[in-house]
Nanobody, 113 residues
Framework: VQLVESGGGTVQAGESLTLACATS????????EGWFRQSPGKEREGVAT???????TYTDSVKGRFSISRDNAKNSVYLQLNNLKSEDAALYYC?????????WGQGTQVTVS
């Protein structure tokens, strides 16, 4: 299984970014997909998840600003980041879960100046 994130970059506070995660190689159905982030000196935290029934969850700090979605035809999951704040700066990871395991991408950096 491979997960490749893209879309990170440097933006000013208040601006937006769209992160994408292209996935491939699954041998069983994916039950959950999500985005996590980690900034220097902090533990990795969950940002948003989307289940196979399209139900979503968000950590409190991003509710109303971030939106997770997916395109099954493109085997991709997305994270729309709006109204970015300095505290959102981190390395963002995509993760997916199927019956055989939990998989991680390599991360994409989001910097907020």
């Amino acid at each position: 299984v491979q997960l490749v994130e893209s879309g990170g970059g440097t933006v000013q506070a208040g601006e937006s970014l769209t992160l994408a995660c292209a996935t491939s190689g699954y041998r069983s159905p994916v039950s959950c997909e999500g985005w996590f982030r980690q900034s220097p000196g902090k533990e990795r935290e969950g940002v948003a998840t989307i289940d196979s029934d399209d139900s979503t969850t968000y950590t409190d700090s991003v509710k109303g600003r971030f939106s997770i979605s997916r395109d099954n035809a493109k085997n991709s999951v997305y994270l729309q980041l709006n109204n970015l704040k300095s505290e959102d700066a981190a390395l963002y990871y995509c993760a997916t879960l199927d019956s055989e395991g939990l998989y991680w991408g390599q991360g994409t950096q989001v910097t907020v100046s």
